[in-house]
DNA sequence: AAAATATGTCAACATGGCTGACATAAATAT
DNA sequence: ATATTTATGTCAGCCATGTTGACATATTTT
């Protein structure tokens, strides 16, 4: 049995048509919500494979993640992104720069601060993980007609909590300036 | 410092602007691949909550949702779903039929089977997180105009593995025609 | 000089993945 | 009828990654 199936085993099979239109309000929208959940669990897999190989999981991906966009980020600024304890940063964190995936300098102005940066070979692989993850969402989008960026940016970006999503799209902003002067 | 904010401190800031068009081929698109991250974690953070206060997690909240959507399932079935093994799985299960919330039934043509049904306190709690994930949902609908749920039910079917996509909407139509003769 | 801040570290624990081995009951095949 | 396969469960232990609490160190701020 290959990984990431789903059961069609057990009752009786009819044609796959398109998911009911879940009119009445109150009602959940079971669509959505399974949808995300399959959309994410298979967006999330593809980085999964190439970083087990290498001895990490989800959690470095997420540290090269965004230390590889906002280059120079305190590791205060990491855990408030992150939204987990220094100590399992820590962990984290002690491995990659180790392996030389991530590299600490120390603050120019504030010496206290271990400023995070990306070594080329970590930069490397934040690309080609990011790079799988492009792949599917450029095929998505080119299944789909134009507009389907816009369209996924502005649901994706409604999802987020209300109180938050300023603080996120400034973050997004932010990087892209900073990899496009890198 | 509460949960679920995101750094803004360092680097000078500048007025949130839309995402960047990201045009050229062959970068990231990171803006879908932030976006994707924030909008999940804030998805299943609402859930998480509650779970939290019951002592469950986001193991047997899965659990619970498939169960409840597809009830009579098999275990089988429901492990290939989940993508864990039988293992994983029997922890989690067990507490949830120890503590009511899932009942397990001997199958009536194979009785070696042990079909999967939610008891009517687990069906309130299924309704009681996947209304809250439909809160979200309907809000963010809500700030995009009239299409916007067709557009996310594409944007979202798309993003699954081209292989699997048609497993997912069949399981999708079958569990609402279920939800509905139920 | 004292207090606050940024970071790191030690120790212990919880959850939820995993593998491997083995047990049981029931269905299926020979 | 016996043998095999299948569906499920269970024991034991490992790993990754989250948690809390306590404390250490260097540096900045008051």
Redesign the interface.
Known sequence: ?S?????????S??P?????P?AAAG?????????????????V?DPDEVLSKLGFGRAHH?VL?FVN??P???V???L??L?ITKQSLGRVLKQMVDQGFILQKEGAQDRRQRLLYVTPKGEALA?KL??L??A??????G??GPG??E???????????TD?R???????????????RG
């Open positions: 049995m990984a990431k199936t789903v059961a069609t085993a057990g009752l099979e009819r796959a048509g398109s998911a009911a879940t009602e959940p929208t079971w669509d959505i919500i399974e949808l995300l959940f399959f959309a994410y669990r298979d967006f897999g997420r993640h966009r906002n120079g980020m305190k205060a600024d990491l408030d992104i939204n690309l990011a790079g993850q492009t599917r969402i450029t095929r998505a989008f299944e789909l389907a960026h369209a996924a940016r502005r649901f994706l970006t409604a999802m987020i909590d938050n300023e603080g996120v799209l400034r973050l997004i902003a932010r990087a892209d300036r900073a990899s496009k």
